[in-house]
């Protein structure tokens, strides 16, 4: 939307200079306003998106309107028709030329070629530059705190508008659960924007026509050419089938979990019953669930479980196991039922 600002504003401003320069010229206003509506049309599918770019429109601008004088000085006595027509083009031309240079022209590729920057570096530089937009359950979720302080992402952290909203309907919620779950996807955002070494924006580009939270942060990612932060396994779907680059925290989280194997011996506390007979629940320290064959009567105890498979979804990792053989067939006192004892 902020593009489509600017060029409504260029329109609007170049009917309105040419009203006062003219003292009130219709046919002025006229040509100066079809003039601009044609230039704009002609260029539709620019969308300012940064400081720098902005800076450098108004740059350019001010280079063509120059420009056009020093063509009009050629001219003795220039029609007016000829004077709106120059001014508006040089300058319009000028104020995307800068656009365009400013997101098209690379300085460290600049450096790079004359030898002051080497290409790993450069790499580098391009990867800090990459957009991250974050959405409202990675917010909540947290974290993304760390991860970012750990130096695994990299790049601006985008937050849209419209996420924020959300995250404030949350935070308003008559629910207490969903009430603090928006408290704390906003003290997540301030220690975010806190950390020096993490670039966070705060975006108003909105898509009004898509009234979907999700389908307004793909829509912005393919405009930005932006990665999508989530652990929202339907968006992490919908983002892939139109192309999009997702980061999933939940199968970050799943990749740098330990891996059992068949055979391999471990601990767990059982929480619960499990779905099938008989089963158990328990869960290791970094929450993977594991389920024990015949763990039921053991529900409250420390066991030392067999693995005997485990299986990667991408909801998390579950690893199923049964209690070793020799510690069932341990010896036990008269009345007393094994694991009853102290471990």
Known sequence: MKIWSIRLSFVIASA??????????????LAAFVVALLLVGAEFCLHLSSIRGIV????????????????LALFSQPHRSL???LMLSFGYVGMMSGYYLATTFSFTELLRSNGVVRPGESHTAQAANSLKILDTSVIIDGRILEICQTKFIEGTLVIPRFVLNELQRIADSTDSLRRNKGRRGFDILRALQNNPAIVVE???EDVPNLPEVDAKLVHLAQERDATIVTNDLNLNKVAELQSVKVLNINEL??????VV??????????????????????YLD???????????????????????QMLRTSAGQMIFTRIKTDEMDIDEEPGLHPYSRSW
């Not at 309105?16 to 219709?26: E, K, M």
């Not at 280079?63 to 056009?68: A, W």
């Not at 194997?261 to 328990?282: D, R, S, T, W, Y």
């Open 16 to 29: 309105a200079i040419c009203y006062i320069v003219y003292d009130g010229d219709l046919f002025a206003v």
């Open 253 to 258: 989280s799943n990749a740098v979990r330990p």
């Open 56 to 71: 450098a429109s108004l740059i350019g601008l001010s280079v063509g309107l120059l420009v056009s004088f020093g063509v």
């Open 286 to 308: 970094d929450g993977t669930m594991v389920i024990v064959e015949d763990g039921k009567p053991y529900i409250g105890k420390t066991l030392n479980v067999e693995v005997t």
């Open 83 to 85: 004077t709106i027509v």
């Open 202 to 204: 705060i975006t108003e």
């Open 261 to 282: 194997i068949a055979g391999e011996v471990i601990q767990v506390f059982l929480l619960k019953e499990g779905k099938e007979p008989n089963q158990g629940v328990g």
